[in-house]
């Protein structure tokens, strides 16, 4: 609401990751960071394979589309591009030129540096089980984020 008052007119980008993706490398960023209070995290198998994980606020979180739609109370459709984070890390120069379009700016604008500056939390192997979880638990919202976008992400 408070965007909206300030610049009603504005044009919002929003960078998708993989929910399976983003949801591991949040559990393994948040377990480092506690590790470093002395806090036991829990171990991601008892995350995930939790009864009822599938509806639990852990997964709920992490979906897109809620926050999507809010952004559309205040903002038309138009005036919001989506993009897949991973298509941004294989061509950046392509994504931002995408961007530029979209902004009206010039699109040859060369951008002073596009290198990703995060630095890659150290993670633990993750069981084909847990991926399969992840992703099947995402499924059913990442259907409705790509009908909602017109747009399938191939998650």
């Known amino acids: 609401d ?6 009603p007119e504005a044009k919002l980008i929003v960078l998708l990751r993989d929910p399976t993706q983003r949801f591991l490398s949040g559990y393994f ?33 992490q979906l897109y589309l809620p926050k999507l739609k809010m952004y559309n109370d205040y903002y038309e459709r138009g005036n919001l591009l989506v993009i897949k984070s991973g ?5 950046p120069e392509k994504i931002l030129s995408q961007i530029c379009d979209y902004l009206n700016i010039d ?7 596009i290198k990703s500056r995060n630095r890659a939390v150290l993670r ?13 638990a995402f499924a059913p919202h990442n259907e409705l984020l790509y009908k909602y976008i017109n747009r399938d992400l191939g998650w």
């Open 2 to 7: 408070r965007i909206n008052r300030m610049l």
């Open 29 to 61: 960023y948040k377990k480092q960071k506690e590790n470093h209070k002395h806090i036991k995290y829990p171990p991601l198998e008892e995350v995930v394979l939790a009864e009822g994980f599938e509806n639990s606020e852990t997964l709920l979180s």
């Open 87 to 91: 298509d941004y890390f294989k061509s």
């Open 107 to 113: 699109s040859e604008y060369k951008f002073p540096s």
């Open 124 to 136: 633990e192997p993750v069981s084909e089980e847990i991926v399969e979880k992840l992703d099947a």
